[in-house]
C-alpha cells in the first residue's frame, strides 16, 4: 500500500480524532458598506453594553445538512456573557436569539459588534439593531484581534461546557439552551475573571498587567454606568442561588446531552468506515 492511499483510507479515522472548531465565518457583502469598522483600538472599556458576538458550530465533524449553532455574546467592560443556541445559523433565528439575550441582561444592549459572516450582515439583524436603537459595527476580514473578548469566551463558556459532539436536533438544543440557562448563572455570578489593563514592550519581551480577579457581577456592581434599582435587583438573585446546585443541574443535562451525540457520533463514524472500506474493496 502506497503512503497516498495509506492517507486517504486513514482520512475519515484522522477527521473523527480532531477536536478542533471548524470556523463558520463566509463574507457576507449585503450592507457592508454601511456597517462601520470597529477595531480592537476603539473599544471603550469603561462603559457597560457594548457587546462583540459570534457564532460557534456545532458540527461535531459532520458538515452536513443543518446542525445547531450557538450565538456567544459577551460585553467588553464587565465580561458579562450570554450564550444561546439555535438550530441554523438562519438570519431569523440569529435575530431572535439577540432578542433573547437583550431580555436577560442587567443593563441595556448600547451595541453589537460581529465578524463579517453573512449571518450577521444582513437586512434582517441590520433592521433588528436600527429598530432598538443598538449601535451595529463589524470587525476587519481577518483580523481576529478585533473581536478577541468573544475569541476567548467561544472556548471558555461554549467549548469547554458542551464539547465538539454534533449537535442536530430539536431535542438537543433545548438541552442546550438549558445548560446554557444555568451556565450562564454561574459564570457570571460565581466566576472570577482577570482584564488586561496594561501592556509594555522591554525589547523583545512583552509584559502584560492584569486586574484582580472579579466575577462579572462583582463589575456590574462596581460600575456608576448602571442603575442602582438594576444592580439591587441582580443583589436579590445573587442570594437565591447555589452555586454547587448548578453545578449538580449542569452535570445532569450534559451526561444527557453527551449520551445522545455520542450515540449519533459512534452511528456516523461506524457508517463512514463501512463506506470507505466499501469503496476501496471495489477500487481493489
Known sequence: MSSATADRLLAPERKSLQIKGRSWTKPGSLLKHKIPICTFADWDNAKPGCFQIDLVGHEGGNARDDFAFTLDATDVA??????????????VWVSEALGIIRRRLPFPMLGVNSDSGSEFINAHLWGYCKTNKITFTRSRAGKKNDNCYIAQKNYTTVRQLVGYYRYDTQEEVDLLNKLYSLARLFDNFFSP??????KTRVGSKVHKK????????????????????????LRVQYASL??????????????T?????????????????????STYAKAS
Request: charged fraction near 30%; avoid cysteine; glycine fraction near 2%.
Open 78 to 91: 464587565t465580561g458579562w456573557t450570554e450564550p444561546v443556541a439555535i438550530k441554523n445559523k438562519a438570519q
Open 193 to 198: 475573571q482577570m482584564k488586561l489593563i496594561e
Open 210 to 233: 492584569y486586574d484582580k480577579p472579579r466575577t462579572p457581577y462583582a463589575r456590574v456592581l462596581a460600575s456608576k454606568h448602571i442603575l442602582e434599582i438594576s444592580k439591587e435587583k
Open 242 to 255: 447555589n452555586p454547587a446546585k448548578l453545578q449538580r443541574d449542569m452535570l445532569l443535562i450534559k451526561d
Open 257 to 277: 446531552l453527551f449520551k445522545l451525540a455520542s450515540a449519533k457520533h459512534n452511528l456516523w463514524k461506524a457508517t463512514t468506515t463501512t463506506t470507505e472500506e
